[in-house]
């Protein structure tokens, strides 16, 4: 999607190893958000920032840790990788101040397979 | 957990009929949003609506709100194939940091 890439798109890791996803926005957004998909659960929020350097826990946060040291970049780490975390991972960005008036823009997705 | 719950789960429809997609919250909301995802990709905002608006229209979308019901409907009119995707209502609460809280989403398939 437009202004918002992430990477690797699709990852093969083992149970126990750490793994790093990068989000990457040209939008200069305030706001950005790690959510995760799995099927019966529709997306589910994993971090999000609000600033470099503020960051925040959603409703799934166990066995994920994340860092902004850039508005532009946002990074999500499984600190030792689960069979439970495969997943597909989007990340999102908006706006601040209009935030309420405009959606989230989510990148492509990272598909992440844990064996 | 899920704020928003899609009703139906699934919808199938000839192409030139109007789906109709429901969305019910629990709790007071700032907006609601509508998205759709295609197969394979991510997210794509709709259409959002806020707390003191009652009816909303984009194109071929409308999207209605009862906050007295808690409860949201998407229409797409005049449906075509390429609206073959899943739809996913989210609700925002109040407050600069407030998150956006997804629903399970409605696959919606158009047959040509």
């Known amino acids: 999607d437009a202004g918002i890439t992430q990477s690797p798109r699709h990852k093969v890791t083992e149970t126990g190893t750490p793994v790093t996803l990068r989000c990457h926005q040209t939008?200069?957004?305030?706001?950005m958000y790690w959510y995760r998909q799995d099927p019966g659960h529709g997306l589910r929020l994993i971090h999000y920032s609000y600033g470099v350097k503020d960051t925040d826990k959603g409703e799934v946060s166990d066995g994920y840790s994340v860092s902004r040291s850039k508005t532009e970049d946002f990074l999500l780490t499984l600190e030792s990788a689960t069979s439970s975390q495969t997943s597909v991972y989007f990340c999102a960005i908006s706006e601040a101040g209009t935030g309420n008036l405009y959606g989230y823009t989510f990148g492509s997705g990272t598909r992440l397979t844990v064996v | 957990s899920q704020q928003g719950e899609e009703d139906p789960q699934a919808l199938s429809i000839q192409e030139g009929e109007n789906a109709t997609m429901n969305c019910s919250y629990k709790t007071s909301i700032n907006n609601l949003q509508w998205y759709r995802q295609n197969s394979g990709r991510g997210l794509v905002h709709l259409i959002l609506i806020r707390s003191n608006e009652r009816e909303k229209h984009s194109g071929r979308l409308r999207v209605t709100l009862d906050t007295s019901k808690k409860s949201s409907s998407l229409l797409i009119t005049a449906s075509r194939a390429a609206d073959t995707a899943s739809y996913f209502c989210a609700t925002r609460g109040g407050g600069a940091n407030s998150k956006l809280t997804f629903g399970k989403g409605i696959t919606l398939s158009v047959r040509p």
């Open positions: 939008e200069n957004h305030r706001y």
